[in-house]
């Protein structure tokens, strides 16, 4: 079997950046998705089509085909009152409306007394993203998870 539309995929990573840092990684066959259905970044999910169980790779994956390139256009200063009591750092993280509705998530990037830099960017937007990719099972997706959109997990192991 191999990675293809409808297929319940489960990897083992670790990802890094260009410095080596370590981002996120998981290791115990516990990150599942279905692929097609855009629930990973479009870049490792190309990557990964047509592998098989077993395969290991080594990617990387550019901005563009990740969570998008830095756009300053979507920073903001804002004055503190807007936070009315809350106690904000940088870093915090809260959702908020977009213009054109539905929700976004805003972070505190910068804080200059009372005036306070938020951020509607990705925080791994603009970051050339660095894969090591085990390929731990593939299995049909169910009905349930197909219509739903999403793998349903029982228990700490993606498989049925």
């Known amino acids: 079997m191999t990675v293809e539309n409808n297929k319940v995929i489960t990897i083992n990573y670790?990802?890094?950046n260009d410095q080596g840092e370590i981002i996120d990684e998981s290791n115990d066959g516990s990150f599942c998705y279905i692929?097609?259905?855009?629930?990973?970044?479009?870049g490792l999910e190309k990557e990964l089509h047509g592998k098989a169980k077993g395969d290991?790779?080594?990617?990387?994956?550019?901005?563009?085909d990740a969570y998008g390139e830095?756009?300053?256009?979507?920073?903001?200063?804002?004055?503190?009152?807007?936070?009315?009591?809350?106690?904000?750092?940088?870093?915090?993280?809260?959702h908020a409306e977009a213009d054109e509705g539905g929700m976004v998530?805003?972070?505190i990037s910068e804080i200059n007394g009372d005036q306070i830099t938020i951020d509607g960017n990705h925080p791994l937007a603009g970051v050339t993203l660095h894969y090591d990719v085990d390929v731990h099972d593939i299995r049909d997706a169910t009905e349930e998870e197909l219509s739903h959109g999403h793998v349903h997990v029982h228990g700490h192991s993606c498989s049925h």
């Open 14 to 16: 670790t990802l890094t």
């Open 35 to 42: 692929h097609g259905a855009d629930n990973i970044i479009p």
């Open 56 to 64: 290991k790779l080594k990617l990387v994956i550019q901005p563009e």
């Open 70 to 94: 830095y756009n300053a256009a979507i920073t903001q200063v804002v004055e503190r009152a807007m936070f009315g009591d809350e106690e904000v750092e940088v870093g915090m993280q809260f």
């Open 105 to 107: 998530m805003i972070t």
